[in-house]
């Protein structure tokens, strides 16, 4: 049973650039949810998508947007990149309903320089 | 509304007992317990609801005091595989907070043998 998994593992960007993460759910999830880690921080939730639309979202600007398709998986987009989304992105999982357990992918190391 | 997460950092030897607090200033529906080691995603452990239900880590208990928006989590006879930074989310009460979690800043748990 493969568990979440994200593309790219690391990635290295500039100032002004655009970025695509990428992440399938868990066997049997349809709901993801996309985090921001910076060193040392938990986990800051950015939005969370379900039936292909986004449902929650977090204090993030509209320069972070999202999409999920039919089989479930997503895409976050980051435009016009900043010193400050140098980060560990996050992906995680759950099925809808409760109780709500969530299951992380490994992360994407996104650098901006 | 972000948790505070109490203590920020401990240090145990093998076999020590420590709990971790977690404290919210909204109400809460659930709360949620992670495990994150260095370079590592965050690893599920355990998931509390209002109203007494819980399901999680078999070795790993917890409590959730939905009057004081508090948690603790217990972790006994700890092994060397219990180092790592613990961290709390909730999940606020209310239809505009619902499967949004947010989690605390975390506490770095190092065991000694």
């Known amino acids: 049973d493969a568990g979440v998994t994200q593309s790219p593992t690391h990635l290295i960007k500039t100032r002004g650039q655009q970025v695509t993460l990428r992440c399938s759910p868990k066997?049997?999830?349809?709901?993801v949810s996309w985090y921001q880690q910076a060193l040392g921080q938990g986990p800051q939730f950015i939005f969370q998508?379900?039936?292909?639309?986004?449902?929650q979202r977090g204090n993030f600007p509209d320069r972070f947007s999202g999409h999920q398709f039919p089989n479930y998986s997503s895409e976050l987009n980051v435009n016009a990149l900043l010193l400050g989304d140098s980060a560990l992105y996050l992906c995680?999982?759950?099925?809808?309903?409760?109780?709500?357990?969530?299951?992380f992918g490994p992360g994407t190391r996104l650098t901006v320089t | 509304q972000q948790p505070v997460q109490s203590p920020q950092a401990v240090i145990l030897r093998e076999g020590e007992d420590a709990v971790i607090n977690c404290s919210s200033s909204k109400a809460l529906y659930s709360v949620h317990w992670y495990r994150q080691k260095h370079g590592e995603a965050p690893v599920f452990l355990m998931i509390?609801?209002?109203?007494?239900e819980q399901k999680g880590h078999e070795k790993i208990s917890a409590s959730f005091n939905e009057k004081k928006q508090q948690s603790s989590l217990y972790l006994t006879a700890s092994q060397l595989s219990y180092s790592g930074t613990y961290f709390c989310g909730t999940e606020g009460a209310g239809y505009s907070s619902a499967s949004k979690i947010i989690f605390g800043s975390g506490t770095r748990l190092s065991i000694r043998p």
């Open positions: 998508y379900y039936e292909e639309e986004e449902r």
């Open positions: 995680a999982s759950s099925r809808r309903g409760y109780p709500y357990e969530q299951y």
């Open positions: 509390l609801l209002k109203g007494g």
């Open positions: 066997s049997g999830h349809d709901t």
